[in-house]
């Protein structure tokens, strides 16, 4: 079924078949049809079964059905999207000609339920046996709409756009829909692509790409990818590429040409980026990465090996900028979404929460090489405003929900994304920032390229710091809770001591029911401070320091230490008052932020 070509660069030794440790392979060979956007495929996939039982049926998703009509899953779930597909821009992807092991697949044997096409099977598939699948088929590509499409001036981004086998984690066969809320999942596979495209257009995908002919008005192209979950391309007449390396990765960019006077600033990120969670995760893994800059309906997009980025929607200010952050978010994906690849469907939190977290270390850490956000003079962190909106509302669904759990956009951003992320700090802050930072890179090597999930994240970092953290996990993980303690009071009064002349009594509340170890601490009024720790269990405590000078305030953790804290400003309490603290300004970025929108608000 697949071209002789294809067959003749196979045979070339050009990619690497299917081995035990990776249970599907494709080739593919397709040709893209700008005028009438469609895009024309054959494809040829090698499966072995990787669970302990016979397998019955095997499963494709075939997303871009999720925008044939507007009566999916994913258009009663998002209203924007509904919109657009009722405007008459849709997409479909069409099979034909399915055949298993050479024999015909007849049509009695297909079930399409939504986005998921079920194949029966003739003989059951024992474990560890594999089956070969042939089929043809047709996209339709709609203009730039959730993730993939074209965007009118002749640019194209192809992201799960082909009949793509269902993954298996843990033997468990994962065949979700397609939901507003969802991303992907699926598993470690090697490609072998043939792409013909017009002659004029720059291109660029997963893996290693090269031009094996070219002709006047078209060019043939192949690439290869060993042990990734997806691919994807890109390629259009706007673009102007770039290359550049670090580590040894060769990185290709994608930029529109009228946003090229950003490469220096894009790659400056990108191999920040790429370098910073090299050497606190794994190196990583391939040798190749692009960045395509393209507005696909969201800021950011991550793909194995490739990255998406809406530049000119992400801000071009000369300061850090949502672009550097989303760069870095995207490019911290292509670890926890692309080498360790957990479940984004069913365990979002597992991914998008370990990487706003590794994005907020990046930035900060970027900061002190690049200007940074100011206001009035006052540094303001990358997560500080985005923390302190999501925690100054109620906190009703966990972190660890599938992602069609949620009602809507808002509760999984902020349980997945931010609270998530937040999270993640807590659990450093509470074990301590090298000991945590040795257990995250302990799990993410034990576990690159084998799907975990969340109970191997808890139990390798238990593990690792040799701690029982269950009380943690059932509080902030598959729990609710809510943390704010607060400095009540502070009394002194002078003794007869010729060595401790004061006696300071200060009293602590915790109001919500989250607990987390704390540090309390006075400040004294000749520079020193005196600390003790506490378990953080009662309501109220009562704590006793005896020093030889004033004291000028009573803190707990040193006034921000944990980033679930929903009120950082009553964590320290001021001999002089909060408003001596005022008029005095010693503030910070976190009192100055939430002081601003104790007035807005």
Request: charged content about 25%; hydrophobic content about 35%; proline content about 3%.
């Amino acid at each position: 079924m697949i071209s002789a070509l294809l067959i003749a660069v196979s045979l070339a030794g050009i990619t690497v078949g299917l081995s035990s440790d990776l249970p599907v392979s494709y080739k593919l060979d397709i040709r893209l049809d700008t005028l009438n956007h469609k895009l024309y495929g054959e494809q040829t996939v090698r499966f072995q079964n990787p669970t302990s039982e016979s397998l019955e049926r095997i499963v494709f998703h075939l997303y871009p059905n999720a925008f044939s009509d507007t009566n999916s899953v994913f258009c009663g779930e998002d209203n924007k999207v509904k919109a657009d597909v009722a405007s008459g821009n849709t997409s479909r992807l069409d099979l034909s000609d399915i055949y298993i092991n050479g024999r015909t697949v007849d049509s009695a044997m297909v079930e399409i339920k939504g986005t998921l096409m079920y194949v029966t099977l003739r003989n059951k598939l024992p474990p560890g046996r594999e089956i070969e699948i042939d089929l043809k088929f047709e996209l339709t590509i709609p203009r730039a709409m959730v993730r993939f499409g074209h965007n009118g001036r002749g640019d194209y981004l192809l992201s799960h756009w082909y009949p793509i086998l269902c993954g298996y984690q843990k033997g468990e066969l994962i065949d979700r829909e397609y939901y507003a809320n969802s991303e992907f999942f699926s598993n470690f596979g090697s490609y072998d692509v043939i792409m013909r495209l017009p002659s004029d257009l720059i291109v660029g995908s997963t893996g290693s790409l090269n031009q094996i002919e070219s002709e006047d008005t078209l060019s043939i192209w192949h690439a290869a990818a060993d042990t990734v979950i997806d691919f994807a391309f890109a390629c259009g007449k706007n673009f102007e590429s770039f290359r550049s390396d670090t580590l040894g990765i060769t990185i290709n960019y994608l930029l529109n040409k009228e946003n090229k006077e950003l490469f220096e600033r894009i790659d400056n990120i990108t191999k920040y980026s790429l370098s910073f969670c090299s050497e606190r995760l794994f190196p990583y893994p391939y040798d190749n990465f692009t960045l395509v800059d393209f507005d696909c309906g969201s800021a950011g997009l991550e793909l194995p090996g490739m990255i998406a980025i809406a530049v000119d929607n992400a801000g071009r200010g000369k300061s850090i900028s949502s672009l550097d952050a989303l760069i870095a978010h995207e490019t911290v994906h292509e670890w926890f979404y692309g080498a360790i690849a957990s479940n984004e469907i069913d365990e979002p939190w597992l991914d998008e929460g370990l990487t706003t977290y590794f994005t907020s270390k990046i930035i900060d850490n970027y900061l002190d090489v690049q200007p940074g956000i100011s206001i009035f003079g006052y540094k303001i962190e990358y997560n500080d405003i985005s923390r302190i909106f999501t925690l100054s509302r109620e906190i009703s669904y966990p972190i660890d929900l599938a992602s069609y759990d949620y009602p809507g956009w808002f509760e999984y951003e902020s349980a997945v994304y931010t609270r998530a992320g937040m999270t993640i700090e807590c659990l450093e802050k509470a074990v301590g920032d090298s000991v945590f930072s040795g257990a995250l890179k302990d799990y993410a090597r034990k576990f690159r390229f084998k799907h975990p999930d969340t109970g191997d994240f808890e139990k390798t970092i238990s593990a690792y710091i040799d701690s029982d953290l269950s009380e943690f996990y059932s509080q902030f993980i598959s729990g609710t809770a809510r943390v704010d303690y607060a400095v009540t009071s502070m009394l002194y009064s002078k003794i007869d001591d010729d060595e401790r002349t004061y006696m300071v009594e200060v009293m602590i509340r915790r109001i919500h029911d989250g607990i987390l170890p704390q540090t309390i601490s006075i400040g004294l009024e000749n520079g020193a401070t005196v600390d003790t720790v506490w378990d953080g269990r009662s309501r109220v405590a009562s704590f006793e320091f005896y020093t030889d000078s004033r004291p000028l305030y009573a803190a707990i953790d040193g006034y921000y230490t944990y980033p679930l804290d929903s009120k950082i400003s009553n964590n320290r309490l001021y001999h002089e008052s909060h408003s001596g603290r005022l008029i005095s300004f010693d503030w910070d970025s976190i009192f100055f932020v939430e002081f601003l929108l104790s007035l807005l608000l």
